[in-house]
């Protein structure tokens, strides 16, 4: 069992700044592309030391039937999404082989933030509280610990 990861502060560190204007990449998890589910690897495993399942797991669990990120994950926990904190999973609608998938997911960067990574955009920070039009794309919130 891994250890509880500690919560980031906004106030104390701006862990997202090295991590936004990277290019998008399909099943990329570097610097030189990523896509949103390698993005949330990246940044666990970089910052909180979590070692989160690849794409080629992912794609396997998604095709059984998996439905939220703890599914992907295999560990975590829903929480309202009025308590998301820095470093908590935003699950969210996207689309998967042409079909509207429960396949979307980045991290909040502080409450209201969600730093993903879009295709046409690649990995940029999007307001989700008070914002109708994206806040429909959210499903849950998780945290993984």
Partial sequence: MQPSRPLLSPASSNWWNDYVGLPF???????DGVSCWGLVCMVYSEVFGIRLPRHNELETQIEGGAET?????STGREIPLEQARSGDVLHMWGVHRGKRRPTHCGIVTEPGFVLHAEAVVGSCISRYKGDNR?????????RLE
């Avoid at 990120?69 to 994950?73: E, G, H, L, P, R």
């Avoid at 994206?134 to 998780?142: C, D, E, S």
């Fill in 25 to 31: 990449e399909w099943n990329g998890s570097t610097r």
């Fill in 69 to 73: 990120v703890a599914d992907f994950a």
């Fill in 134 to 142: 994206f806040l429909q794309r959210v499903i849950g919130a998780y």
